[in-house]
């Protein structure tokens, strides 16, 4: 990844390509210029980044007016078990740091650097998280863990909600520890994404409760190995 230019250089670059953004005049050109213009754009600080995606975003509407928003999605990411996330509840919201959380569906989404994995942030899906009991020993009370390796890092920003575990400080800390937290979770005989897609479904579908259970045979499918992470981890 290119380094990020002094501020004076990315303002100059940052207004050479409004100017080449104004020029555009089709969907196809978009789709070849923004492919073309992704390096430079990441060598861009971050305002000035987040001033060029605003420009291509207003551009491309106006170039397709016909054509229905749709959510971005990170189509281009490589994330080995990130499911795709449900509509927003009332109660949730969509992390707007995340610059764009919508573009024309007329354009090639896996080029463009403004198609990015949506962020959902919901407090009531926490609360509940944190009230079950951890995954790796059932104690309580838990933290919510976030699986970073679901979505692609974002500075300043942890990965959606969706992707939250319940576990112990204890445990959690040890998670964080870790180099390679898939590894740590294979290593527990534990799969961490499917108990967060059932959670986020127990949120939004209203029916809670069946996590205890879950945890349970997580306990008793465990390698024996876990047992010797536990006390080291305590």
């Given at each position: ?31 070849s ?66 610059p ?15 198609s ?29 863990h ?23 400080r ?43 259970k ?16 536990d006390?080291?981890?305590?």
């Amino acid at each position: 990844m290119p380094a990020v230019l002094p501020v004076d250089k990315s303002a100059a670059l940052r207004d050479q390509l409004l100017s080449e953004i104004a020029g555009l005049a089709s969907p196809e050109s978009a789709t070849s210029w923004a492919r073309a213009a992704l390096a430079a754009k990441n060598s861009l600080t971050a305002a000035d980044a987040k001033v060029l995606e605003d420009a291509f975003e207003q551009k491309v509407a106006g170039l397709s007016p016909a054509q229905a928003a749709t959510p971005a999605v990170d189509a281009g990411a490589s994330s080995p078990a990130s499911p795709t996330p449900q509509e927003p509840r009332p109660s949730e919201r969509v992390d707007h740091a995340d610059p764009h959380a919508h573009q024309v569906s007329a354009i090639d989404k896996s080029v463009l650097t403004i198609s990015i994995p949506r962020r959902y942030r919901n407090k009531e899906h926490l609360r509940y998280v944190t009230s079950l009991p951890c995954l790796f020993c059932t104690r309580k009370p838990s933290d919510a863990h976030h699986l970073r390796f679901t979505q692609p890092r974002a500075l300043g920003r942890k990965v959606s909600d969706e992707f939250a575990v319940p576990l112990c400080r204890t445990h959690h800390r040890a998670a964080h520890r870790a180099r390679d937290q898939q590894a740590w979770w294979k290593s527990i005989g534990i799969d961490p994404v499917k108990v967060a897609r059932k959670l986020w479904k127990e949120t939004h579908m209203g029916k809670r409760g069946g996590h205890a259970k879950a945890a349970q045979d997580a306990q008793t499918k465990r390698s024996p190995s876990a047992g010797g992470l536990d006390n080291k981890a305590s």
